[in-house]
């Protein structure tokens, strides 16, 4: 059995590692949820444009040469984008909650407390980065409203960036490593 890591000894480790990429995750969440609290004229107009799909059309203006075969997906009611935008900050701030929860577990873990409930709590905030950007973004926003036609208003690149950091730090969680200690005999049974 592998000694009981310390603060000291944790640096370099698998398991610090994965607390260092989850903390990252922790912090952006939580100013990302912030910036959208308080400043919601920069981010709101996007899921506006997002939803009505006024600007799918490569570029060519807002409202010009929309495709006709696609236009019956648009929502342009102003109370849904209000619920849309709101749904987005909660479940942001939610992400952000659990994620800053998990870098307790993972202090206590690094402090000799084991490192399971830390990589839970890890996985379901990262989940819930890899459900906003991937499925939301992506997959609803990316292809079901066309964000990818819009010039403006298209935010697949960031949304693939974030899924892609979240699913790394899902990643680290799980690599096998003595420095898990107990807790990866009770991940792998």
């Known amino acids: 059995m592998a000694a009981k890591l310390t603060v000291s ?8 590692a994965a607390f260092v990429v989850v903390a990252i995750n922790a912090f ?3 100013f990302v949820a912030f910036g ?3 400043d919601p004229d920069t981010n709101k107009p996007f899921v506006e444009h997002v939803l009505s799909m006024d600007t799918t059309n490569f ?3 807002e409202g ?4 006709p075969d696609t236009m019956w997906r648009a929502i342009e009611n102003p109370t849904i984008h209000t619920i849309a935008y709101i749904g987005l900050i909660v479940w942001e701030t939610i992400a952000a909650l659990v994620l800053l929860w998990a870098i307790v577990w993972w202090v206590r873990g690094i402090r000799g407390a084991g490192f399971d409930r830390a990589r839970r709590w890890s996985t379901i905030g990262l989940l819930m980065i890899v459900i906003l950007f991937f499925c939301g973004f992506i997959t609803i926003g990316g292809e ?3 964000m990818w036609k819009s010039v403006e208003w298209n935010g697949l690149e960031p949304a693939f960036r974030n899924s892609v950091l979240a699913l790394f730090g899902i990643l680290l969680c799980y690599i096998p490593s003595r420095d898990w200690g107990e807790d990866i005999a009770a991940v792998e049974r």
Do not use: E, H, K
Request: charged share 10%; net charge neutral; aromatic share 16%.
């Open 28 to 30: 952006y969440m939580t």
């Open 144 to 146: 079901w409203f066309q």
């Open 36 to 38: 959208n609290i308080t």
């Open 64 to 67: 010009v040469n929309l495709d």
């Open 9 to 16: 000894r944790s640096i370099g480790t698998l398991p610090f």
């Open 59 to 61: 570029g060519a203006g």
